[in-house]
T-cell receptor, first 114, second 118 residues
Framework: GPKVLQIPSHQIIDMGQMVTLNCDPVSNHLYFYWYKQILGQQMEFLVNFYNGKVMEKSKLFKDQFSVERPDGSYFTLKIQPTALEDSAVYFC????????????FGPGTRLTVL | AQKVTQTQTSISVMEKTTVTMDCVYETRDSSYFLFWYKQTASGEIVFLIRQDSYKKENATEGHYSLNFQKPKSSIGLIITATQIEDSAVYFCAMRGSNTGANTGKLTFGHGTILRVHP
């Protein structure tokens, strides 16, 4: 099936540093999402993005978070500065449209903030 | 706000048997979509099956099928002829219709761990 790629698979950084998580969505998809999963818990919605704009963000999407997809390249999630509670696995997803169309998930980036 | 609840933390079954995983949901949307995903041991998240709320027929996809009971806000996942490789965490999820303010975000349950034994 369609593949979403995420780079890197694992990132370890010190608290207060900036980190950028990269997502390469399925090529013809138009809607992009980030979800956060803390170990052993469910995935929680962070933000979605369409046509160069944030459509909706959750309360987990703090002011330190930002997303962009410059010139159709990677869809990125930037955290600046990072905090200990940002440690989690971050999943990128994409879908070709809304409606009942399923979202395809990447393999996740495990972020560890020390 | 939407809510998805999976009350079964884990289930163990023997290979080649049938298993049902429960999921109930809450929403104010009159139209919505329900999904089941599984997360493998490697962390990969795989889409399994979808139910549209306006459809009365239960969705089926290979050895996955759904038991959709709309009056009970329930969407159970049924896996027939289970295999060892079905061992994973199964997440129920939902999203509202694509009208108005709904933007496609999925709300997930906490997941059910399925262990299939030989």
């Amino acid at each position: 099936g369609p593949k979403v790629l995420q780079i890197p698979s694992h990132q370890i950084i010190d608290m207060g540093q900036m980190v950028t998580l990269n997502c390469d969505p399925v090529s013809n998809h138009l809607y992009f999402y980030w979800y956060k999963q803390i170990l052993g818990q469910q995935m929680e919605f962070l933000v979605n993005f369409y046509n160069g704009k944030v459509m909706e963000k959750s309360k987990l999407f703090k002011d330190q978070f930002s997303v962009e997809r410059p010139d159709g390249s990677y869809f990125t999630l930037k955290i600046q500065p990072t905090a200990l509670e940002d440690s989690a696995v971050y999943f990128c997803a994409s879908s070709p449209g809304l409606g009942g169309l399923e979202q395809y998930f990447g393999p996740g980036t495990r972020l560890t903030v020390l | 706000a939407q809510k998805v609840t999976q009350t079964q933390t884990s289930i163990s079954v023997m290979e080649k048997t049938t298993v049902t995983m429960d999921c109930v949901y809450e929403t104010r949307d009159s139209s919505y979509f329900l999904f089941w995903y599984k997360q493998t041991a490697s962390g990969e998240i795989v889409f399994l099956i979808r139910q549209d709320s306006y459809k009365k027929e239960n969705a089926t996809e290979g050895h996955y099928s759904l038991n959709f009971q709309k009056p009970k806000s329930s969407i159970g996942l049924i896996i027939t002829a289970t295999q060892i490789e079905d061992s994973a965490v199964y997440f129920c999820a939902m999203r509202g219709s694509n009208t108005g303010a709904n933007t496609g975000k999925l709300t997930f349950g906490h997941g059910t761990i399925l262990r299939v034994h030989p």
